[in-house]
Structure formats: structure tokens, C-alpha cells
């Protein structure tokens, strides 16, 4: 007599359930890399059918995904529309990097009291590595070690409910941040780099914390100044478009 087909077995509800959250995780990660990478841009339209076809899941992974972007602020879910990237207005985007700049003198005055050697040379490892992506002039590799360099400083300033809180203010600057990146910004950028790490490393609250706020406050000045012209350059495009017969 032939074998008895083998009886499928389905998973326990617990078991089950741990796997479709760890999935979902690896799920989110992705799609968040996509979103802060600018594959996806804001104001994009999340499908559910298409992301999980795209990565090789089912359909319930990608909906936990997408309420765990929600949280983190990189996408808005709109009732009988769908899921978006999120696209945030200028104004909120100049007042998230006012509280971060706050949030950063913090981060720099406790690290200049608390910051170990190895710490310190940790840091100056990224900084180093930010000056050759200047050098080659590299924008993606800057970025990703600029996210890596500012992430450590919030981790090792030791506080939970502020790495959550900043991390999401980042993700949501995450458009603009990008823009921000020319061979000229990100020169800039470096130099204050160096300067945050050298007062940190000094053991000087003050010029530390100083140092982080000032660098968050170019970096909104900058963010306003990028809005400016590209919708100077919109609008000189349009009324040339107008002009033209």
C-alpha cells in the first residue's frame, strides 16, 4: 500500500504568533530602509499586496509592518485610501529639529561628563569614516554614517524614552536631511562633527551641548533655506510655462 500522505502539521497559536512579529520586524526594517534610502518617496502609496509579493512574505507581516511605521511616524494610514509615506510640511519639519536641538544639548552635555576613552574612540571611528565619504563625495555613505553617529551619541547618553522620542523625530526629518546633502554641507557637517567630538572628549558640558545645538540649528537653517529656493524654482517654472505660448 502506498505511504500515507504526511499530515501538515500547523504551527502552535504562540509559535505562530512569535513568527509573524519577528517577520514583521525584518518586514519594517526593510521597508523603513527603502523609505529613508528614497526608493520610496513621500506621498508614496504602500500596497500591502505588492510589498509582500516584493518580499517574499504573506500579507500579515507587511500590515504589522505598516503599524510599526505608523508609530515611527514614516507613514499615515488615511481610512478608505490606504497607507501613505509620510510627506511632512515644512513648518512641523523647522519645529521637529527646534526640539531636537534641545534634545542634543542634552545628549552632549551628559556624554561630556559620562564618555569613556573607548567611547570617545568609537565616535572618532565614524567621524573618520564621515570625512572619506566627504572626500569621495558620497552622499549614501555619509548619510548611513551620520544616522550611525548621531544613533550611538543618543545610546550612550543612556536614556530609553529619549531614544525612542528622538528616533522618531529623525525618521520623520528623514526627506529633508537627505536634501540637505551637498559636497558643501556635508564639509560643513563634518567640521561640526569634529567640533562636538573634541568638546566631548575635552569633558566640557558646556561647549558640548552647545556644540550639538548649534549643529541641529544649521542644519534647520539649511533645511529652510533648500525649501526656499526649490519652491522659488517651482514657481519660476510654472509662470515660465504660463508665459510660454
Not at 504526511?6 to 518586514?27: D, R, Y
Request: net charge neutral; hydrophobic share 40%.
Amino acid at each position: 500500500m502506498p505511504a500515507a500522505p504526511a499530515k501538515k502539521v500547523s504551527p502552535h497559536p504562540v509559535i505562530a504568533q512569535l513568527q509573524c512579529h519577528s517577520l514583521a520586524n525584518v518586514v519594517q526594517a526593510e521597508i523603513e530602509r527603502m523609505i529613508l534610502d528614497g526608493e520610496l518617496g513621500p506621498g508614496a502609496k504602500l500596497t500591502e499586496a505588492t510589498l509582500a509579493d516584493q518580499l517574499g512574505v504573506s500579507r500579515g507581516p507587511v500590515r504589522e509592518a505598516f503599524r510599526m511605521l505608523e508609530e515611527g511616524g514614516l507613514v499615515r494610514t488615511e481610512k478608505n485610501r490606504g497607507v501613505f509615506v509620510r510627506d511632512v510640511p515644512i513648518e512641523e519639519a523647522l519645529e521637529i529639529f527646534e526640539v531636537r536641538a534641545v534634545m542634543d544639548l542634552y545628549v552632549g552635555r551628559k556624554l561630556a561628563e559620562t564618555a569613556t576613552p573607548a567611547q570617545v574612540r568609537e565616535l572618532r571611528q565614524l567621524v573618520e569614516a564621515m570625512d572619506q565619504a566627504v572626500k569621495a563625495g558620497d552622499a549614501k555613505d555619509y548619510h548611513r554614517f551620520n544616522l550611525a553617529f548621531h544613533d550611538r551619541l543618543l545610546e550612550l547618553a543612556g536614556n530609553a524614552k529619549l531614544v525612542a522620542t528622538y528616533r522618531k523625530l529623525v525618521n520623520e526629518l528623514s526627506l529633508f536631511r537627505r536634501q540637505n546633502l551637498t559636497n558643501e554641507s556635508m564639509a560643513a557637517y563634518s567640521r561640526e562633527h569634529r567640533a562636538i567630538l573634541k568638546a566631548i572628549a575635552s569633558g566640557d558640558p558646556d561647549a558640548a551641548g552647545q556644540a550639538m545645538y548649534q549643529h541641529v540649528m544649521n542644519s534647520r537653517e539649511r533645511t529652510r533655506l533648500n525649501w526656499e529656493k526649490q519652491r522659488g524654482s517651482t514657481t519660476g517654472s510654472n509662470a515660465a510655462s504660463v508665459a510660454t505660448p
